[in-house]
C-alpha cells in the first residue's frame, strides 16, 4: 500500500508534534501510479511514479500560512512546520481563518482494490495490447494510454482530528483514425475496482466509431436536438458544478444568484427529471469521505425534481450566514434510467449524435455559457438511426439550458473529470446551439 | 544595453566560473523585448546560486541511478534532481486570503532500453529507491518493447557541461511576505474604493525551478529559473439587475525576478481597472457580424499560442498526440510549401528571449536553447522537435523542445516561447486605430478554445473598445471573435512596429497524458483582422 492509515498518523503526529503554535492542521497525500501512452499503434512513453505531499498549516489570532514539501522523516517535518510558522507569524490577519475542527466521525471508505494497486509494467502492456489489437486488424491508427493509481490522503489537526481515505483509479481511453485521415473516434473507461474497466469493449467501440466517422459531411450551425453520450453531457455540466457555491451566490456573482437580491435555492430551474446527489458511501461509486479542514462529506442531494436544492457552503461562509457547512462533495452522481444509449438514439427522429467535446471553456459565469467543439465521432440521428458522419461543430451552449431541455436520459456511467468521481447518463436535449463548423478531424 | 547583452554578462561570469555558456544565449537577435530596467543579478550571485545548491548533495544518487539504469540494459538514460518551490500571497477583497511556499523535490530517471522508452520517479531520495526506479524504469521499456513497431532513435547532441541561471533582479523568495501582502492589499484597497466594486481578488505567485541533469552521454546540466506572477480581478455587482462583471489586470506573468511585479504597478493601475469593471457592466452589448478587430498583444499572444504554437509542434503532426491534445492541420511534410498567412506574417520560436517563460540554457535532454524560423513571409518553414522528433522530418539536430514539468513526470515535446515579428512600417497603437473605419479593439485574456487539429478558434478578451471613424467610441460588452487559423492569419493587413511589441504568456498550458503543464509566452504587436464577432450576452 502507498500509505497506512498508521503511517499516515506516524507522519501526521510527528508534525504536531514539532509545533509551537496554537492551531495546526497536516496534510498528506501519498500516491503509487503507472500510465501507458501509446500512439501510432505502438508503446510511447510510459512510467511509474512514488509520490509523497504533506503540507503543513499553521495558525494563531487570524495569522496563517501553509508550507508543502515532500520529506517525511522527523527532521524534514519539523523544517516544514517551522517554515508554515515562521510564515505565520509574519502573515497578516485574516478574518475568515477557522479554529480547527475537533474529531469528527466518517462513512466507511472502502474505495480502495488491491487488484488496481497490483497493476504493474506488464499489465499495462497487456492492456495496452487489447486496445490496440481491434485497431490493428482494421488498420486503422491508435492513440491512447493506460493509468492506474493508488493513493491515499491523510488529514489530522491540533484538535485531534485525524482522517483518512485511500483509493485506487484505472483509466483507459483510445482514439482510433483512419488512414485518409477523414475518420476519427474515441472511447475510454475509468473505475475504482479493475473490473470496472472493459477493456474490449473500449478497443471495439473507438475502432467501430472510426470507421463509421469516415467522409464526414457538413450541416449548417443551428439548433439541434442532440444526444450526447456521458463524457459528453459530462463535459458541459463540468461547469454547473464548479458553479455551485453557497457564497459566491450571496455575493450575486453567480448563476445560482437572484437578480434584485437572494439565491435560487427552491426554484425549479431544471427539468423535472434532474436529480443531482453526491454520495461518499456510494456503493458502486464510493469519493472521498472528508472535505475541507476534514469536514465529513454526507450524502447530499443538490437539486431535486430540477428545484435546486442546496450548495456547497464552506466553514467560515456557513459560519457567517448561521447555517451548516456543506464541503466541496468528492462526487456528482447525476440519476438517469435504465435507457441504453441505443433506445436514445431510436428515440430521436432528427438530431446530432456527439461522442464528447474538447477545450470546453466558461465564456460568461452569469449565464454559464460555455464554448467548445464535438470531437471523435460525430453522427446525424435520422429516424431513430445513425444515416450519416458530420463534421465537427463548435457549441456555444449553457449547461443550465441543457438541463432545462432534457427530453430523455440514459444509464449513468463514470467519466473520467478533472479528479472527481463523476456518473451522468447520456441524454437527449433539445433546442442546443451550434455555432460554428469546424474542419478537425 | 539590451537585456540579452546582460544575459551574457551572467553567462561570462559563469563562463570564468568553469562552466559553459549555452551557445544559442550568445547571439543577440532583435526583438529581445521587453528590456529589464535595472541591473540583473551579479555573476557571482549567479554562480552563487549553482555552487550552494541543496541538490550537489544528492549528485552522488543520480550518477549511481545512470549507472544502474546502464547496467540494467538501458542504451540511452538521463536522471534529473529537480525541485520546484512555489511562493503564493493571495488576498480576497481586504484580507490576505492565503500564504502558501511549497517544495517539491525529487528524482526521476528516463531510459530507451530495446528501442522502447521507460520512466520512473521517487521523492525518496536514497540509495534503495533509486536502485529501484532506476531498475524499474528499464523493465518498463524492455516490456513495452513487445510493443514497438519501430524503435526509438535519438538524433545526436554534443555532451556538455554547464550551468544557468535565469536573469532576475530580486529574488522574489527573498522578499518579505509583509511587503508581498501590502503590495497586495494596497492594490485591492485602490479598487474597492471605487463605488460599484464589490470584489477584489489579487495574488502574487513566485516560482523557482531547479534542475541537475545527468545523461548517459556525459551532459551535465544545472539550471536554476525564476518565474513570477502577479493577478489582479475587480468585480462589479449590480444586484438589481442580476449582472456582474469582472475585469482583469492584463499584466503577464514572466521569467524574471520580483522586479517584474513591481513594474506591473498593480496599486497604480487598480483605480483604472476597477472602473473598466464598471463600465463593463454597463457597457453596450455588441452587434454580431463579420468585423474588423485590433488585437492588443495582451489578447493576441493567447490567439498565437493556440493557432500557431500548438500546430507547429511536430508530435502533434505525426499523430503522436492524437488521444488527449489532438493532431494538426499541418502535415509534416509542408514546411516549405504551407502558405499560413500574407507576406508580413513571420513567427520565430525562441528559447533565448528575454523574459520567455519558456526560456532556458538547455532542454530536458541536454540540446541547448535556440531560435529559429517556424513562420517565414506567410510560409510554413519549421517544426518544434526533440532528439526523438528530429530524425523523423530528416534533421540531424533537435530544436531543444523537451521538457518535464516535475520530477515525476517524464519529459516530452513542449512549446518554445513563439512570436510574432512587428511589421517594418512602424506603426503604433494609435496608427492601427486611426486606420480603421469600423471595428472593436480587444484587449486581455478571455476564454479561449481552439478544435483539435487548430482550425477553429473563438476567444473573448477582458476589454472592449468600439471604433468609429478611427476612434474609440464607447466601450462593448459580450465580445467574443471566432475564426479558422488560415483565414485569420491570411486576413492580417497592419502589424504594430517594435515599439509595440509585447510578451504575454501562461503558467498553464496543458498536454500530455497524465497532463503535463508547461510555462511559455509569446511576443507580438498588435494587429488588425477580419473575424466572426458573436454576442456571448445571451441578451441585448
Known amino acids: 500500500m502507498t500509505l497506512t492509515a498508521k503511517e499516515a498518523k506516524t507522519i501526521t503526529q510527528a508534525a504536531l508534534k514539532a509545533a509551537t503554535l496554537k492551531e495546526i492542521e497536516v496534510r498528506v497525500e501519498a500516491s503509487r501510479a503507472g500510465y501507458l501512452r501509446f500512439a501510432n499503434n505502438q508503446a510511447q512513453t510510459s512510467g511509474a511514479t512514488e509520490r509523497i505531499e504533506i503540507s503543513v498549516t499553521a495558525s494563531e489570532g487570524g495569522r496563517s500560512a501553509t508550507a508543502t514539501g515532500t520529506a517525511r522523516d522527523a527532521k524534514g517535518l519539523a523544517a516544514l512546520v517551522g517554515r508554515a510558522e515562521a510564515l505565520a507569524r509574519l502573515s497578516p490577519v485574516d478574518p475568515e481563518q477557522m479554529p480547527p475542527l475537533g474529531p469528527q466521525r466518517y462513512v466507511e471508505g472502502a474505495a480502495r482494490d488491491p487488484k488496481v494497486a497490483a497493476l504493474g509494467a506488464d499489465a499495462r502492456a497487456e492492456l495496452a495490447g487489447k486496445l490496440m489489437r481491434p485497431a490493428n486488424k482494421a488498420r486503422l491508427q491508435a492513440a491512447g494510454m493506460v493509468e492506474h493509481v493508488d493513493r491515499a490522503s491523510a488529514l489530522a489537526n491540533s484538535a485531534g482530528l485525524f482522517a483518512f481515505y485511500a483509493d485506487t483509479e484505472v483509466e483507459v481511453s483510445m482514439t482510433c483514425r483512419t488512414g485518409d485521415g477523414t475518420g476519427s473516434g474515441w472511447a475510454g473507461a475509468i473505475a475504482g475496482r479493475a473490473e470496472g474497466v472493459d477493456v474490449e469493449a473500449v478497443a471495439a467501440r473507438a475502432a467501430e466509431k472510426a470507421e463509421l466517422s469516415r467522409d464526414p459531411e457538413a450541416i449548417a450551425p443551428g439548433s439541434y436536438v442532440v444526444i450526447l453520450e456521458a463524457a459528453a453531457a459530462a463535459e458541459l455540466l463540468s461547469f454547473l458544478f464548479s458553479g455551485m457555491n453557497q457564497r459566491a451566490a450571496d455575493e450575486g456573482r453567480s448563476f445560482f444568484a437572484r437578480p434584485g437580491g437572494g439565491v435560487r435555492v427552491g426554484e425549479a430551474l431544471f427539468h423535472k427529471s434532474v436529480t443531482l446527489r453526491s454520495d461518499p458511501g456510494d456503493r458502486a461509486h464510493p469519493s472521498a469521505i472528508f472535505g475541507e479542514g476534514g469536514l465529513p462529506q454526507a450524502a447530499t442531494t443538490w437539486i431535486e425534481g430540477g428545484v435546486v436544492k442546496a450548495l456547497p457552503c464552506g466553514r467560515y461562509w456557513a459560519q457567517r450566514q448561521g447555517g451548516a457547512p456543506r464541503p466541496s462533495p468528492g462526487s456528482w452522481l447525476l440519476a438517469g434510467s435504465q435507457a441504453p444509449l441505443a433506445d436514445l438514439i431510436r428515440g430521436v427522429d432528427r438530431g446530432v449524435l456527439v461522442t464528447r467535446f474538447w477545450y470546453n471553456r466558461l465564456v460568461e459565469p452569469r449565464t454559464l455559457l460555455a464554448t467548445g467543439l464535438t470531437r471523435d465521432g460525430t453522427f446525424l440521428v435520422e429516424g431513430g438511426k445513425i444515416s450519416r458522419s458530420i463534421k465537427n461543430l463548435r457549441y456555444n451552449e449553457s449547461p443550465a439550458t441543457l438541463l432545462k431541455n432534457v427530453l430523455a436520459l440514459g444509464t449513468p456511467e463514470r467519466v473520467a473529470l478533472g479528479g472527481r468521481v463523476v456518473v451522468v447518463p447520456p441524454m437527449v436535449v433539445a433546442g442546443f446551439n451550434f455555432a460554428s463548423q469546424s474542419d478537425a478531424v | ?540
Request: with cysteine; aromatic share 8%; proline share 5%.
Open chain 2, 1 to 540: 544595453m539590451s537585456s540579452s547583452r546582460r544575459s551574457f554578462l551572467v553567462a561570462a561570469g559563469l563562463a570564468s566560473a568553469g562552466v559553459a555558456w549555452p551557445r544559442g544565449l550568445r547571439a543577440s537577435p532583435d526583438h529581445r523585448l521587453p528590456a529589464a530596467e535595472r541591473p540583473p543579478v551579479t555573476a557571482t550571485s549567479a554562480a552563487a546560486l549553482i555552487s550552494g545548491s541543496r541538490l550537489l548533495a544528492d549528485e552522488a544518487l543520480a550518477g549511481q541511478a545512470l549507472e544502474i539504469a546502464r547496467k540494467a540494459g538501458a542504451s540511452y538514460a538521463d536522471v534529473r534532481l529537480v525541485l520546484w518551490q512555489r511562493d503564493r500571497v493571495s488576498v480576497r477583497d481586504d484580507h490576505v486570503s492565503g500564504v502558501g511556499a511549497s517544495e517539491e523535490y525529487g528524482i526521476g530517471v528516463r531510459v530507451l532500453a530495446d528501442g522502447a522508452w521507460g520512466f520512473a520517479a521517487t521523492s525518496t531520495l536514497d540509495r534503495k529507491a533509486i536502485a529501484r526506479i532506476a531498475q524499474e524504469a528499464v523493465a518498463i521499456a524492455r516490456r513495452n518493447a513487445r510493443l514497438i513497431r519501430s524503435p526509438i532513435e535519438l538524433v545526436a547532441t554534443p555532451a556538455v557541461q554547464g550551468a544557468w541561471v535565469s536573469p532576475f533582479e530580486i529574488d522574489p523568495f527573498a522578499v518579505p511576505l509583509q511587503e508581498k501582502a501590502e503590495l497586495l492589499l494596497a492594490a485591492a484597497r485602490a479598487a474597492m474604493t471605487v463605488p460599484g466594486i464589490r470584489h477584489v481578488s489579487a495574488s502574487a505567485l513566485a516560482v523557482r525551478e531547479e534542475k541537475l541533469l545527468l545523461t548517459s552521454e556525459g551532459s551535465r546540466i544545472h539550471q536554476v529559473l525564476f518565474r513570477v506572477m502577479p493577478s489582479f480581478t475587480a468585480t462589479a455587482v449590480d444586484r438589481r439587475r442580476g449582472r456582474f462583471a469582472s475585469r482583469d489586470h492584463e499584466a503577464p506573468p514572466m521569467l524574471a525576478g520580483w522586479e517584474h511585479v513591481r513594474a506591473a504597478a498593480l496599486v497604480e493601475s487598480a483605480p483604472t481597472i476597477a472602473m473598466e469593471a464598471l463600465q463593463k457592466l454597463y457597457a453596450a452589448p455588441v452587434e454580431p457580424g463579420q468585423k474588423t478587430v485590433i488585437l492588443a498583444p495582451s489578447n493576441l499572444w493567447l490567439t498565437i499560442h493556440e493557432s500557431i504554437g500548438h500546430s507547429t509542434e511536430l508530435d502533434r503532426a505525426l499523430g503522436m498526440e492524437a488521444n488527449f491534445a489532438g493532431t494538426s492541420f499541418i502535415a509534416p511534410d509542408q514546411a516549405g510549401k504551407l502558405k499560413i498567412g500574407g507576406e508580413r506574417i513571420n513567427f520565430f520560436a525562441d528559447r533565448t528571449q528575454a523574459g520567455g517563460l519558456a526560456t532556458t540554457g538547455w532542454d530536458d535532454e541536454a540540446v541547448p536553447g535556440q531560435r529559429w524560423a517556424l513562420v517565414r513571409e506567410g510560409t510554413l518553414v519549421g517544426w518544434q522537435t526533440t532528439r526523438e522528433l528530429a530524425g523523423k522530418i530528416g534533421e540531424a539536430e533537435s530544436r531543444g523542445c523537451l521538457y518535464a514539468d516535475s520530477y515525476a513526470s517524464v519529459a516530452f515535446p513542449r512549446m518554445p516561447n513563439v512570436s510574432l515579428m512587428p511589421g517594418p512600417e512602424g506603426y503604433t497603437t494609435e496608427d492601427l486605430i486611426n486606420a480603421t473605419d469600423d471595428g472593436i479593439l480587444i484587449s486581455g485574456r478571455g476564454s479561449w478554445s481552439i478544435d483539435q487539429q487548430r482550425y477553429n478558434f473563438q476567444f473573448g478578451g477582458q476589454f472592449f473598445w468600439e471604433i468609429k471613424k478611427g476612434r474609440l467610441t464607447r466601450p462593448l460588452r459580450d465580445v467574443a471573435y471566432q475564426a479558422n487559423t488560415i483565414d485569420f492569419w491570411r486576413s492580417c493587413d497592419m502589424l504594430g512596429g517594435e515599439g509595440t511589441y509585447q510578451l504575454g504568456g501562461s503558467f498553464s498550458d496543458g498536454k500530455g497524458e497524465p497532463s503535463q503543464s508547461n510555462a511559455v509566452s509569446h511576443g507580438c504587436p498588435p494587429a488588425r483582422f477580419v473575424v466572426n464577432v458573436l454576442n456571448t450576452g445571451g441578451d441585448k
